[in-house]
């Protein structure tokens, strides 16, 4: 069984203590530091299932740090623990980028709850993350093999769906003939025919309807870019 880690930002050693005697005991791996400063550089290194984070902080208060970390794209869950217990401020908390609210003085249970709730919430979106391939209004569903524009579901052939995977998987690349060739059919390319060029227009049809912006794009003497 994997060991959830979690990093504690609290500047209260008494309240760090209850926390982390709480966490350990329900076989959690806990680092705590007392200050912001410190806890920002411990958060940016992203190896943590979760964080609990005090709101009132020296150095670094709890919102700038939650700013900080997102604006680089780390997504550890956060649970704020503060003594601004009203709606305001959980609301700031919230909007800030905390996933969850707890005000103090806390029951250790829930404090234990919260983090479960996150930690399953963020297991589930990783799992969902590597079967799906998104990009931009297109998404691929790797285990139903579905595609979908703007959440409208694309019936695809499954020719079609190899291409597109593909295509994706690659998104921003020139995808050339060859290439489609060799990996969607299996064989060497044949310059003399126009199979490729066939499948491709049956699948442009589908995924860049009138009215859309395109998002395959042929690439002259070369190929075909998904964009």
């Known amino acids: 069984m994997t060991i959830s880690r979690v990093l504690t930002i609290e500047d209260d050693q008494l309240i760090a203590n209850e926390i982390i005697y709480e966490l350990e ?29 005090d709101r009132m902080l020296p150095g670094i208060d709890g919102l700038s740090l939650l700013a900080t970390i997102h604006s680089v794209g780390i997504q550890t869950p956060v649970l704020i623990l503060s003594a601004l217990g009203d709606v305001d401020e959980r609301v700031r908390g919230l909007r800030a980028g905390g996933d969850d609210y707890l005000a ?19 297991r589930a979106l990783t799992v969902q993350q590597e079967t799906m391939l998104c990009v931009g209004p297109l998404e691929l569903d ?7 524009r ?25 995808i050339t003939r060859t ?36 998002m395959i794009q042929t690439v002259r003497g070369s190929g075909y870019i998904l964009k």
């Open 142 to 148: 790797l285990l139903s093999r579905k595609a979908k």
């Open 25 to 53: 005991e329900h076989g959690f791996s806990v680092d705590w530091v007392d200050n912001g400063s410190e806890g920002l550089a411990r958060a940016m290194t992203d190896e943590y299932d979760a964080i609990t984070l």
């Open 179 to 214: 290439m489609l060739f060799e990996s969607v059919w299996g064989y060497h390319f044949d310059p003399g025919t126009n199979l490729v060029d066939v499948h491709m227009s049956r699948l442009r049809k589908k995924i860049d309807p009138p009215g859309v912006k395109p």
């Open 104 to 122: 103090k003085p806390f029951i250790p249970e829930e404090l234990i709850a919260r983090l479960e709730v996150l930690l399953r919430r963020r």
């Open 150 to 174: 703007d959440g409208e579901e694309i019936v695809l052939l499954p020719t079609e769906y190899r291409v597109l995977e593909l295509m994706v998987r690659n998104v921003g690349q020139t």
